[in-house]
Structure formats: structure tokens, C-alpha cells
């Protein structure tokens, strides 16, 4: 058996570097259009696909397709379609309009169903990942075997990595990016492109998941993670109090978790009896959203109850900012405002291809 002798040092880097680097780039961390390469290759495929503003096809169609541009496995890229998909209420703006069973984020047990019982389409909201691409706003380049061309990016018409939440952990990094309110980050560019002294906080005034919740932070807190693209804030699940039959019930939970691990914890706290004021717990999530219903004793303070949970149980968690995104190939860890001027670069280059692109097709006429 032939082999070759060399430092383990020289092994590292001429083996695990280029994987860590295919992970970094091509897997985990996302770009400036706010996606990784797995949900560009799927709203991509769907676009050519016609499903803008087409019907609804079968997700198993969709998966299908989009394994020419991705080669990575069917049940790799319906994962990525359920996360994108209205029905799954990850985001607060999907991309994918669903019909069927998609589960849901704020649950571990409610599972999706397969690919061939689903639907979708794009949301009409993707309309804005996709306006001019046609017309070379963005590079192209082969898919994995050259016999298709893909996008590098999506021509975005707002900052959309502040807008749709990415969680990656990459080899030796990892990105953690929370999701911000549309508006306030459409208002927050624009009153920034104006001003560029201008004080984000005043329009983009917090974090905003799709699940909800009440977020507990220090101003100091917040515009640490604002400027340095790190920092942590809690989140509260929200509740109210039925006085007359002694229940409570739990509608919007932290992110960060899932009704079944809360209800969890909740049943090994009355068992070890450092909870005695709950008589019973019950899962109601249905159709009509998220619903956790907590029996309680007559003679309980409700407000004492859930103070005790909140400390106790992941009702209230804690949520790590690592704003990590790739530019033009390297990862950078960036506040807001680095964030917006990295987006605007982009945007401009997007428009003036558009414009270079338009003042061609005139001139051939």
C-alpha cells in the first residue's frame, strides 16, 4: 500500500481547509441577498418553474427539479421548502405559499407530511427576490454539472438578511441572525440612505419573530448588537388568565424553543413538586394557532405562577445575535449599519447593470 509521509499541520491544510470552506461559503453562513446557497437554488428552481404566478404544484415536482441545481438529496431540499413555507410559520414573510400539512416551527412533534402530499408556489412577497433578475442585475454561473445556469445572488429590492432569521454553524464560525420587522427595516434604509448619522434605533426598534413573544432587553443591550453585530436578549412567551375557570393559557412562545419541550418541563417541575399550584397541562395547539392551557388551583397567584416558569422553564429564553454574513466570499461579523452600506453597494450595482442592461437593448433597436 502506497502512502506519503507529512506533517499533520500540512494534512489540515490541504484536506480539512477546502471542507471548511465549501461549509462556510456554500452551506451555513448566508450572503447579502439574506439567503444560503440551499434556499437560492430552491426559489430559483421554483421561479423558472413558473410558480410566481402560476398554480400550485406538487412539492415532490418542485424537489425534483431543483436537484439539478442541487445534488444534495431530495429530503435535504424539502427541509429547506417546509422552512421557506407559509404553513410552517417560521418567518414572519415566507416565500412559499403552501397548501397541506407543513408542520410547524414552534412544534417538534407536529410533523410535516411527504412531499407528495404538498403544495406550493411563490408567495407573491418573492415577487421582490426576483424583479429584473432577466435583465444581468446579477452573475450567473453553472450548476454543478454546466448544463444549467443559477444566480449568485438575488437582486433584492430591500434588506431582506435583516428580515428573514438564519441560524448556520459553519467549521470554526457560526451565524445567528434574528429577524426584524419589514417595515421598520424598509424605513430604518431609507431613512438611513438620507442620513447616514441617523439613528437606526429610532426606526428599527427591536427585533420581531414569528412566533411571537415578549422580548426583554436593556437599550444598551440592544444597541450593542446594532453596532457590533453581537450581543443577547430574552424573550418572554406571552399569557392570559381566565379568572372564572382558573386557567391559563400560553399563545406565543420564544423562538428559541417549542411547545412540547415547555410542556415538558412544566409536567418535571409538578412531578418533583417544585410546582405545586398547577393541576394540569395540556397541549392545545390546533388549527387555530398555538395554545398551551395550564389548569391551575383556585388559591394560585397567576402572575407569581408564571413569574416562577418563566425562570424555570425555556417560556422565557435567552437569544445569541451573531451577525455573520459572507461579502463577496469572506465572512464578516457586522452591525446594522455595516450591514445596510454592504446591502446599498449591492443594490446600486444591481440597479446600474439593470440601467446598462436597458440602454443596450434600446441601442440594438
Same mark, same amino acid.
Given at each position: 500500500?502506497? +502512502?506519503?509521509?507529512q506533517?499533520?499541520?500540512?494534512?489540515?491544510?490541504?484536506?480539512?481547509?477546502?471542507?471548511?470552506?465549501?461549509?462556510?461559503?456554500?452551506?451555513?453562513?448566508?450572503?447579502i441577498?439574506?439567503f444560503?446557497?440551499a434556499?437560492?437554488?430552491?426559489?430559483?428552481?421554483m421561479?423558472?418553474?413558473?410558480?410566481? /404566478?402560476?398554480?400550485?404544484?406538487?412539492?415532490?415536482?418542485?424537489?425534483?427539479?431543483?436537484m439539478?441545481?442541487n445534488?444534495?438529496?431530495?429530503?435535504?431540499?424539502?427541509?429547506?421548502?417546509?422552512?421557506? #413555507?407559509?404553513?410552517?410559520? #417560521?418567518?414572519?414573510?415566507p416565500?412559499?405559499?403552501?397548501?397541506? /400539512?407543513?408542520g410547524?416551527?414552534?412544534?417538534?412533534?407536529?410533523? +410535516?407530511?411527504?412531499?407528495?402530499?404538498?403544495?406550493?408556489?411563490?408567495?407573491? @412577497?418573492?415577487?421582490?427576490?426576483?424583479?429584473?433578475?432577466?435583465?444581468?442585475?446579477?452573475?450567473f454561473?453553472?450548476n +454543478?454539472?454546466?448544463?444549467l445556469?443559477?444566480?449568485?445572488?438575488?437582486p433584492?429590492?430591500?434588506?431582506?438578511?435583516?428580515?428573514?432569521?438564519?441560524?448556520?454553524i459553519?467549521v470554526g464560525?457560526?451565524?445567528?441572525?434574528?429577524?426584524f420587522n419589514?417595515?421598520?427595516?424598509?424605513s430604518?434604509?431609507?431613512?438611513?440612505?438620507?442620513?447616514?448619522?441617523?439613528?437606526i434605533?429610532?426606526?428599527?426598534k427591536?427585533?420581531?419573530?414569528?412566533?411571537?413573544?415578549e422580548?426583554?432587553?436593556?437599550d444598551?443591550?440592544?444597541?450593542?448588537?446594532?453596532?457590533t453585530?453581537?450581543?443577547?436578549?430574552?424573550?418572554?412567551?406571552?399569557?392570559?388568565?381566565?379568572?372564572?375557570?382558573?386557567?391559563?393559557?400560553?399563545?406565543e412562545?420564544?423562538?428559541?424553543t417549542?411547545?412540547?419541550t415547555?410542556?415538558?418541563q412544566?409536567?418535571?417541575?409538578?412531578k418533583?413538586?417544585?410546582?405545586?399550584?398547577?393541576?394540569?397541562?395540556?397541549?392545545?395547539?390546533?388549527?387555530?394557532?398555538?395554545?398551551?392551557?395550564?389548569?391551575?388551583k383556585k388559591?394560585a397567584?397567576?402572575?407569581?405562577?408564571?413569574?416562577?416558569?418563566?425562570?424555570?422553564?425555556?417560556?422565557?429564553?435567552?437569544?445569541?445575535?451573531n @451577525?455573520?454574513?459572507?461579502?463577496?466570499?469572506?465572512?464578516?461579523v457586522?452591525?446594522?449599519?455595516?450591514?445596510?452600506?454592504?446591502?446599498?453597494?449591492?443594490?446600486?450595482?444591481c440597479?446600474?447593470?439593470?440601467?446598462?442592461?436597458?440602454?443596450e437593448?434600446k441601442?440594438?433597436?
Amino acid at each position: 500500500m502506497l +502512502y506519503t509521509e507529512q506533517k499533520i499541520t500540512d494534512t489540515l491544510e490541504s484536506n480539512y481547509m477546502p471542507y471548511a470552506m465549501s461549509v462556510i461559503i456554500s452551506r451555513a453562513i448566508p450572503e447579502i441577498d439574506g439567503f444560503k446557497p440551499a434556499h437560492r437554488k430552491l426559489l430559483y428552481t421554483m421561479y423558472k418553474m413558473g410558480l410566481l /404566478n402560476g398554480d400550485r404544484t406538487k412539492s415532490t415536482n418542485v424537489v425534483g427539479q431543483t436537484m439539478k441545481l442541487n445534488p444534495h438529496g431530495d429530503a435535504t431540499i424539502y427541509e429547506t421548502m417546509v422552512r421557506l #413555507a407559509r404553513g410552517n410559520e #417560521a418567518l414572519l414573510h415566507p416565500f412559499v405559499d403552501s397548501k397541506g /400539512n407543513f408542520g410547524k416551527n414552534y412544534s417538534r412533534d407536529m410533523a +410535516y407530511a411527504a412531499s407528495r402530499y404538498t403544495e406550493v408556489k411563490l408567495d407573491s @412577497f418573492s415577487n421582490e427576490l426576483f424583479k429584473n433578475i432577466d435583465k444581468n442585475t446579477v452573475d450567473f454561473i453553472d450548476n +454543478y454539472d454546466g448544463t444549467l445556469k443559477e444566480p449568485v445572488l438575488f437582486p433584492t429590492t430591500f434588506p431582506n438578511v435583516l428580515v428573514t432569521p438564519n441560524k448556520g454553524i459553519a467549521v470554526g464560525m457560526a451565524s445567528n441572525i434574528c429577524s426584524f420587522n419589514l417595515k421598520e427595516v424598509c424605513s430604518a434604509t431609507i431613512h438611513y440612505i438620507k442620513n447616514k448619522n441617523t439613528d437606526i434605533k429610532k426606526y428599527l426598534k427591536a427585533p420581531d419573530f414569528s412566533t411571537g413573544g415578549e422580548l426583554i432587553y436593556r437599550d444598551d443591550e440592544i444597541e450593542k448588537i446594532y453596532e457590533t453585530g453581537r450581543g443577547s436578549f430574552r424573550v418572554r412567551g406571552k399569557y392570559r388568565y381566565d379568572k372564572k375557570n382558573s386557567l391559563i393559557e400560553i399563545y406565543e412562545i420564544p423562538y428559541t424553543t417549542n411547545i412540547e419541550t415547555i410542556v415538558d418541563q412544566i409536567i418535571d417541575l409538578v412531578k418533583k413538586n417544585k410546582i405545586k399550584e398547577i393541576n394540569d397541562v395540556r397541549n392545545e395547539t390546533d388549527l387555530g394557532g398555538l395554545k398551551i392551557t395550564l389548569d391551575i388551583k383556585k388559591s394560585a397567584n397567576p402572575e407569581l405562577l408564571m413569574n416562577k416558569l418563566f425562570s424555570m422553564t425555556t417560556l422565557e429564553d435567552s437569544f445569541s445575535c451573531n @451577525f455573520n454574513i459572507l461579502v463577496n466570499g469572506s465572512p464578516k461579523v457586522m452591525g446594522v449599519k455595516q450591514i445596510l452600506d454592504e446591502w446599498l453597494i449591492f443594490r446600486r450595482q444591481c440597479i446600474k447593470r439593470q440601467c446598462a442592461y436597458d440602454l443596450e437593448k434600446k441601442r440594438e433597436k
